[in-house]
């Protein structure tokens, strides 16, 4: 009885047969339960259709003994072509030597000669059937498990211990080296993978792009030992660098690890190497106290809470003043994000910033901020400073908006002044000078930011044409009680001065604080000791 031969009728198949009379006979059957096929009469001419239609052929049936290559051959030449098509062999030779052979170059059933068409047609099918199961399951490339056999094998698994393996910056990899070459990565590391951790005591899964799966087997395996196995898997990694033609190349990785039952686990390794990577731990096991459910929580009601800011107003521009450090006397303001809510609650940026830039609504808070600081400017007469990040800068929907706003206010322009976040990472120094020439056209004074922190350089001070650096607020705060950080401030100071430029100090929160920044020589200072940021009304 023949099972499943509707799945027959929308397929194309390459019959290679050296036989006449039994090629014709065949090919005749075969019209009738299959959608197109290509006859071959030798293994040449089977190897040439295949290269001609592989996008069309779905199967392919041939003959062992044929002249000009045999049917093994040209299967061998195929599977370089395409390693995961179904071929059946139909042979009068039954030896162990052709079974052995044919089994080995990946054949998936074998028929004897003469022929049963209800038994070729069964295989057939059941070829198929068993190909459509392992693309489902099994990953392509690396032919490792795949995502869907790991939610499968997990459904009623009690695995205590599932680790989640990630490449770090995987995309930039695929930009330098190269598509073909990220996924040679991704099949040497599947092999470094099976090859350390065992197949008796571990399954392995490729997940997804640059994700792969470790499930311990072994019930004995205590999550610290795992913990250990996962770290020496890891230095293996790092100090053993990948050759892709003769090119070296390094690669890291991310490794989250839980315990539970197969899907407690599975669900907590995916939000620990999130969270590993946000705090830049190569391998993290996932703990209760890491809040990561409340966070997304969190997260998930700050998403509704940014689009209600948007659409009802609730953003705005607050003002720190930064003052003169000999005087005190306010010489300009900085614009500082906030959310006020309908009952008149300011939140501070920490609560909602990160959940505004994974938005993509970034580019509204730099207009918010940018508007509002017009404001201030035009009718109080008030210098202000605004941040703009590489990103803003990178971003042509952000410079444009900013370079029109500028070129409506040409008349206030002087009073409004830029600080570029110098603890982003600046990717194109192109951008940035561009950025800087044309605001400077404006005759908008620009400064760096954050310095300090971070990714300092002070040759950054020396690549730019800025007017002043803001001292980061990490190396103000404790200044009065570390004699590194008095170094490290007075070396920036001392480096400005000789540049010409001014400098300003954050988190300047007490008179001690003061008094030592004053002793420094620092221009300019900003913080709490001298006022909060407070919201366009209070500004007289």
């Known amino acids: 009885m023949i099972n499943n031969i509707s799945i027959l009728k929308n397929i194309t198949i390459l019959y290679a047969e050296d036989e006449k009379d039994l090629r014709e006979v065949t090919h005749q059957i075969l019209k009738g339960f299959t959608k197109k096929q290509y006859i071959a009469k030798d293994g ?3 190897l040439e259709l295949f290269k001609e239609h592989e996008k069309e052929i779905d199967l392919i049936i041939t003959d062992v003994n044929m ?4 049917g093994l051959e040209m299967v061998k030449e195929i599977k370089k072509i395409n390693l995961n098509i179904p071929i059946i062999v139909a042979t009068a030779f039954s030896n162990k030597e052709y079974l052995l052979e044919a089994i080995d170059i990946g054949i998936d059933k074998y028929v004897l000669k003469p022929v049963d068409i209800s038994k070729l047609l069964q295989v057939m099918s059941q070829s198929l059937l068993y190909h459509e199961l392992k693309d489902l399951y099994i990953d392509s490339l690396t032919n490792l498990p795949n995502r869907n056999k790991l939610k499968k094998d997990i459904l009623n698994s009690q695995n205590e211990l599932m680790a989640l393996l990630d490449i770090d910056e995987f995309a930039t990899i695929n930009d330098l080296f190269g598509e073909r070459n990220g996924d040679i990565i991704l099949f040497e590391l599947a092999k470094s993978l099976k090859k350390f951790f065992k197949s008796n005591d571990f399954a392995i899964y490729r997940m997804d792009s640059d994700k792969f799966a470790i499930i311990s087997l072994n019930k004995d395996l205590d999550v ?3 913990y250990n196995l996962c770290c020496d898997f890891a230095d293996k990694i790092e100090k053993d660098s990948l050759y892709i033609n003769d090119d070296e190349i390094d690669i890291n990785i991310t490794i989250g690890i839980a315990t539970g039952n197969g899907e407690r686990a599975y669900k907590y390794s995916q939000r620990v190497i999130n969270y590993a990577r946000s705090k830049f731990q190569r391998i993290m096991i996932y703990k209760e106290s890491f809040n990561i459910q409340k966070s997304f929580e969190e ?5 509704k809470q940014v689009k209600l800011g948007f659409k009802d107003n609730l953003f705005q521009a607050y003002f720190q003043s930064i003052v003169d450090a000999r005087t005190q006397e306010v010489y300009k303001y900085e614009a500082l ?3 006020v809510t309908h009952e008149g609650k300011e939140v501070a ?8 830039k994974k938005t993509k609504m970034y580019p509204n808070i730099v207009k918010i901020i940018i508007n509002d600081s017009f404001k201030l400017i035009k009718n109080k007469n008030k210098r202000v400073s605004v941040n703009v990040s590489f990103d803003d800068i990178a971003n042509e929907e952000t410079t444009s908006f900013i370079y029109d706003i500028l070129e409506k206010n040409k008349k206030y322009t002087h009073l409004l002044e830029f600080e570029i976040l110098e603890s982003e990472e600046i990717s194109d120094f192109n951008k940035v000078i561009k950025f800087i020439s044309n605001v400077k056209k404006f005759n908008c004074d620009v400064g760096v930011d954050d310095f300090g922190a971070g990714y300092s350089n002070f040759n950054l001070l020396t690549l730019l044409d800025i007017d002043f650096v803001k001292i980061d607020g990490s190396l103000i705060e404790h200044i009065t009680t570390s004699k590194d950080l008095e170094i490290i401030v007075n070396t920036i100071v ?3 001065k000789e540049l010409n430029l001014n400098t300003v100090a954050e988190f300047v929160s007490s008179k001690e604080i003061y008094e030592k920044v ?3 020589g620092i221009d300019y200072c900003q913080g709490y000791y001298f006022e909060k940021p407070i919201g366009y009304e209070k500004i007289k």
């Open 518 to 520: 004053k002793e420094l």
């Open 337 to 339: 994000i906030r959310y």
């Open 494 to 496: 001392n480096f400005s």
């Open 44 to 46: 040449k001419e089977g």
């Open 299 to 303: 997260n998930i009601k700050w998403v």
């Open 349 to 356: 940026p920490y609560k909602f910033l990160d959940v505004v």
């Open 224 to 226: 610290n030992s795992f």
């Open 67 to 70: 002249p000009k290559l045999n």
